[in-house]
Nanobody, 124 residues
Framework: VQLQASGGGLVRAGGSLRLSCAAS????????VAWFRQAPEKEREFVAA????????YYADSVKGRFTCSRDSAKNTVFLQMSSLKPEDTAVYYC??????????????????WGEGTLVTVSS
């Protein structure tokens, strides 16, 4: 499967953005798909994930209640709806996929397919 992330941009604090992770080559619903982000001079961190063949979602504590991860199987796409954005959400966001699901879905090392990042900048 190949992944393409998009939807990043510049937004003011409190605003919203929706990121998309579009897949080609395979049916994305068969994969666990995660979003990670990396801010300047920081390590890549887990943001959210949706489990393979399921609508079960997982979130980092820092985004719980503000971000929503979802699938659109007809579009072969996973979305990350981000609301109430904060300056500390500024980062390059990456989507990644793996099969089968792992209990360590939050660990980037377990993902074998990555999309190009999309930059999200939140101004104060």
């Amino acid at each position: 499967v190949q992944l393409q992330a998009s939807g990043g941009g510049l937004v003011r604090a409190g605003g919203s953005l929706r990121l998309s992770c579009a897949a080609s080559g395979r049916t994305l619903s068969a994969f666990t798909v995660a979003w990670f982000r990396q801010a300047p001079e920081k390590e890549r961190e887990f943001v959210a994930a949706v489990r393979s063949s399921s609508s079960t979602t997982y979130y980092a504590d820092s985004v719980k209640g503000r971000f929503t991860c979802s699938r659109d199987s007809a579009k072969n796409t996973v979305f990350l709806q981000m609301s109430s954005l904060k300056p500390e959400d500024t980062a390059v966001y990456y989507c990644a996929a793996r099969w089968p699901h792992t209990v360590q879905y939050y660990n980037a090392i377990h993902y074998h397919t990555w999309g190009e990042g999309t930059l999200v900048t939140v101004s104060s």
